[in-house]
């Protein structure tokens, strides 16, 4: 009993309390959104509200059992929960497909009785618990790349299964944001931006693939990328590394060869997809021997870097078209603005901007929601459920719930850098990071921002399997908190 005592008395409580306010919130919002005259009760089981305050009330038993485990036997057993975790993700397409046709093209939902749980959203505590493990010993340190395979590997397994044979795009590229782990462990920035450059290129590259130029053949977006890393090269020498002769040079090869082809395209076509590949691996050898001679740092990897990306944007469009399904293909295309459809692919995102925008600054008031109570905006009650705060709460609600995620996640942070031993701080940060990814990229597709991709709102969404998955991942850390006194 003395011990029970101790963790309620060490417990974060602004962290508890935060929570707390964001799932009673949301719990409203679930009601608003799936409001109808013949159920008035919010404790009523035959709709949603009902439902996910049993959700709210199991969680709450979850998240007393965790908090009563010892702390050690997180870290002890990470491995073995990893292990099944993964052994589940494989099982769970393989099952969806014997027992149902999936949901919504998605095979992620094990169906047990009345209830359907979705294994992936508990995946990412014990991906976390697993990355921790393995990064929170104190040989440990990212000093060069092979320091990462491992913590890279334990990432992308998971993240492959869930996006291949489970379908499910929007909760496997959540596990992305553990890079941002990495990161604070002591991974390069360089790493960090050129994933900003990946995800660049990728967008011009669909956006302007069937953009004809106006001379000779190839693609306006290709053409577009290979200038950008030409850019890169040559800022790197200009400015990084101070070689203004050299990068004067570079730029005059890159003119004279562009200029040269330009001459040549009035008599005989040319295309000019090959030529700036060719310019784009000519100015990457220059590099490699200006690296050479005066031994630049990290000029070797930008090399490297460019040649990756000639053979990564001509396989982009591929990719794009090969891989994606149809209407997550229709969904980049929608916000790209390369097609138009209100009434097909864009309409949800539409009638989400719709809801908000009519909400103004205080709202129409709880239940007074036309888009709202004529289901005019699918999945409301789910991915949607911010456009409900922003037409019955208004702009203020909407405000109001950004403030308590930004304060959640600035707390969970403080709380991060005040952990004394590795394993605890890594774990941390995997769950600021998880949490940081759902609300941006939610609250950013709803707004019209970002596609659709399909990922819940932490605490506040309509779910057993991700309020339960939520619940899991803060408790451990609000147990592994409780214990930093006692840490040398």
């Given at each position: 009993?003395?011990r ?20 009673i919130f ?13 159920s008035?009760n919010?404790f ?12 709210m ?6 998240a007393t059992?965790i908090?009563?485990i ?7 057993f ?5 292990a ?9 397409p ?7 046709n999936g ?8 169906p ?21 493990k ?7 340190k ?11 590997l ?6 492959f299964?869930?996006?291949?044979p489970?379908k499910?795009t929007?909760t496997?590229l959540?596990?992305?944001?553990l890079?941002?782990?990495l990161y604070r462990?002591?991974?390069?920035g360089?790493v ?6 990946l995800?660049?290129l990728s967008?011009?590259?669909?956006k302007?693939?069937?953009?004809p130029l ?6 306006f977006g290709f ?7 030409l850019?890169i090269?040559f800022?790197?020498?200009l400015?990084k590394q101070?070689?203004?002769?050299e ?19 009035i008599?005989k ?6 030529i ?6 000519v ?6 021997i200006?690296?050479?001679?005066y031994?630049l740092?990290?000029s070797?990897l930008?090399?490297f870097?460019n040649?990756?990306?000639i053979?990564?944007?001509s396989?982009?469009n591929y990719?794009?078209e090969k ?11 929608q ?11 864009g ?8 809801a908000?925008?009519t909400?103004?600054i205080?709202?129409?008031?709880f ?5 709202t ?7 409301q009650h ?5 456009c ?5 709460w ?7 719930v950004l403030i ?14 005040r ?6 701080r ?8 998880i ?5 941006a ?9 970002l ?5 819940p709102?932490?605490f506040f969404?309509?779910?057993?399997s ?5 619940t899991?991942l803060?408790s451990?850390f ?5 214990e ?5």
């Open positions: 009993m003395a029970n005592t101790n963790i309620v008395q060490s417990i974060d409580k602004l962290t508890v309390l935060l929570v707390f306010l964001l799932s949301g719990w409203c919002n679930i009601y608003g959104a799936s409001y109808t005259p013949e008035t919010m009523d089981f035959a709709n949603y509200a009902g439902k996910q305050f049993v959700w009330l199991t969680a709450i038993g979850i059992i908090l009563i010892d702390h050690k036997a997180y870290e002890y990470a491995y073995i929960i990893y099944i975790a993964i052994i589940v993700l494989i099982i769970t393989i099952v969806t497909h014997s027992v149902t949901v919504k093209g998605s095979y992620s939902f094990i047990i009785g009345p209830l359907k749980l979705q294994p992936a959203e508990f995946s990412k505590f014990a991906i976390a618990l697993a990355l921790a393995y990064m929170g010993r104190q040989e440990y990212i000093e060069n790349w092979r320091d990462l395979i491992v913590p890279a334990i990432i992308l397994v998971p993240m299964i869930i996006m291949v489970q499910e929007g496997a959540v596990l992305a944001s890079i941002f782990v462990e002591g991974m390069s360089y960090l931006l050129a994933i900003f450059a995800a660049l967008v011009i590259v669909i302007y693939n069937n953009a106006p001379l000779g053949t190839g693609d053409l577009i990328c290979m200038i950008l890393l850019s090269e800022f790197h020498l400015i101070r070689k203004t002769k990068a004067l040079i570079m730029l005059g090869g890159v003119v004279a060869i562009y200029g040269i082809s330009l001459i040549i395209n008599w076509t040319v295309n000019f997809n090959i700036s590949a060719v310019v784009v691996v100015a990457a050898i220059f590099l490699a200006i690296t050479y001679k031994r740092k990290y070797y930008l090399v870097f040649i990756i990306m053979v990564y944007c396989l982009c990719a794009f891989i994606l399904l149809p209407h997550q293909k229709n969904r980049i295309e916000i790209l603005g390369i097609i138009d459809d209100p009434s097909g692919v309409y949800n995102s539409l009638q989400a901007k719709i908000i925008a909400g103004r205080t709202g129409k008031g239940h007074e929601g036309t888009q109570q004529m289901k005019y905006v699918p999945e789910t991915d949607f459920i911010y409900t705060v922003g037409e019955e208004g702009f203020i609600g909407t405000v109001g308590l995620y930004t304060w959640l996640l600035i707390h969970l942070i403080k709380m991060c850098e952990q004394r031993n590795k394993f605890s890594i774990y941390g940060y995997s769950v600021v990071s949490l940081f990814f759902h609300v990229i939610n609250i950013g597709m709803v707004i019209g921002l596609p659709i991709i399909g990922i709102l932490p969404s309509y779910g057993g991700s309020l339960w998955g939520f899991i803060i451990i609000l147990k592994l908190d409780t930093r006194v006692n840490e040398l």
